[in-house]
Nanobody
Framework: QVQLVESGGGLVQAGDSLRLSCAPS????????MAWFRQAPGNEREFVAG????????YSTDSVKGRFTISRDTAKNTVYLQMNSLKPEDTAVYYC??????????????????WGQGTQVTVSS
């Protein structure tokens, strides 16, 4: 069974940092682009950041540019989201996703084939 397992969420104060991790099991996803999405209560799931299969290409949504960084360790088959200068509006469940059979990330939910269960990030003011 293929799974994406997220970890690293929690409750922090505004201005703090967190690092989320995503470790696949059941397959390696070495030829797959991967991404982080988030979903706040009452909102649709939205793209946060994506990384190519090699890790060389990344991009993120405007609201997190300069604060969040996505990366991947191909040797460990793990994807990270480093989140700095967190704001209350970053509060959401964060999901890791993998795009089968594509080296480059998309920004739409339907671009991705595998999803984790999510990890809660709560930022207090």
């Amino acid at each position: 069974q293929v799974q994406l397992v997220e970890s690293g969420g929690g409750l922090v104060q505004a201005g703090d940092s967190l690092r989320l991790s995503c470790a696949p099991s059941g397959r390696t996803f070495r030829r797959s682009a991967m991404a982080w999405f988030r979903q706040a209560p009452g909102n649709e799931r939205e793209f946060v950041a994506g990384v190519s299969s090699s890790g060389a290409f990344t991009y993120s949504t405007d609201s997190v540019k300069g604060r969040f960084t996505i990366s991947r360790d191909t040797a460990k088959n793990t994807v990270y989201l480093q989140m700095n200068s967190l704001k209350p509006e970053d509060t959401a469940v964060y999901y890791c996703s993998a795009r089968a059979n594509s080296d480059f990330p998309g920004s739409r939910v339907r671009d991705y084939d595998y999803w984790g269960q999510g990890t809660q990030v709560t930022v207090s003011s």
